[in-house]
């Protein structure tokens, strides 16, 4: 699943590619409009395909920027401004063509739902294996109120203080440590892989109790997670499975994880253990975090 670091690499991709050019065509696939007509509502959340095609025509991008895990587009038609928020579930990506024969890995090939079409030869594709990803249509962020309730940034001054805070509310004290860092709501953008590695990091159990862990190990915890963060950034993200960048390149971070998918700790040697915590499978090291 892309996870924050790999949003940015597409975020930081998009922007130089596509922003201030208007979409000129919009092409859902099949599939979504039998996903609207069977009662579901496959990526295009909140309206039908059609009035999204409508709405999305003649719209210039703006501005792109990412929130967590979710591609802001700020678009602008007939002088008024809209946002498309984009988030990428388990398998979403964005391809930069000139044609969408150009998506030339099958599997995205096969998948590519909303089409915008940028120029004769230029488009920009999101294609989505397993569909669970999202693109919705709206006026101002309050319209989709989970966006709101999202912590900071990971890398602004507020956020550890804002992550310190929340450890300390009921809500959070007597749940697994894992299960909380994962929670967009005290720490944005944190996923399952980095999660782990930022706990065998600082050797602590995923499943340890947010109150048994004192100030000073949480502290530490959510330094970790911003370094791992910011190195996987750097590697230009992790692709585990699916995760390609808007030219379809797979990242790099998978060969600098630690915990993340071992068989042995590559500390002491020890057999690794999994536990699920918050219906996620969790790596850990049974000696070297407690
Ligand atoms: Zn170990």
Redesign the pocket.
């Known amino acids: 699943m892309p996870e924050l670091p790999e949003v940015e690499g597409v975020v930081r991709m998009l922007k130089p590619a596509v922003e201030h050019k208007t979409i000129q065509r919009v092409i859902v696939s099949p599939v979504i409009y039998a996903s609207k007509a069977a009662g579901k509502e496959a990526i295009i959340k909140g309206q039908t395909p059609e009035a999204f095609i409508a709405a999305v025509e003649g719209m210039t991008i703006e501005h792109i920027e990412r929130h967590a895990k979710y591609i802001f587009f700020t678009m602008s038609k007939n002088g008024g401004q809209q946002l498309i928020v984009n988030h990428l579930g388990m398998s979403g990506a964005w391809f930069h063509v000139a044609h969408p024969d150009d998506v030339i890995e099958g599997k995205f090939h096969k998948h590519m739902h909303v089409m915008w079409q940028l120029a004769a030869e230029e488009w920009l594709i999101y294609a989505d294996i397993r569909r669970f990803g999202e693109l919705r249509l709206l006026r101002e962020v309050a319209d989709y109120p989970p966006l709101l309730a999202m912590a900071p940034e990971p890398f602004d001054d507020v956020a550890m203080d804002y992550f310190l805070e929340k450890c300390t509310q009921r809500k959070y004290n007597n749940k697994a440590i894992k299960a909380v860092i994962m929670d967009g709501q005290v720490v944005s953008g944190c996923g399952n892989i980095y999660a782990t590695e930022a706990l065998f990091r600082t050797k602590i159990h995923p499943g340890r109790k947010v109150s048994q862990i004192d100030k000073a190990q949480l502290r530490q915890l959510f330094q970790e997670i911003v370094a791992v963060l910011t190195e996987s950034i750097a590697f230009g993200g992790s692709s585990i499975s699916d995760y390609r960048n808007i030219n379809g390149e797979a990242g790099g971070m998978q060969h600098h994880l630690q915990m993340y998918g071992m068989k042995k700790?590559p500390?002491?040697?020890?057999n690794t253990a999994q536990q699920i915590i918050a219906g996620r499978n969790s790596f850990y090291?049974p000696?070297?975090?407690r």
């Open positions: 700790c500390m002491c040697h020890t090291c000696n070297c975090q």
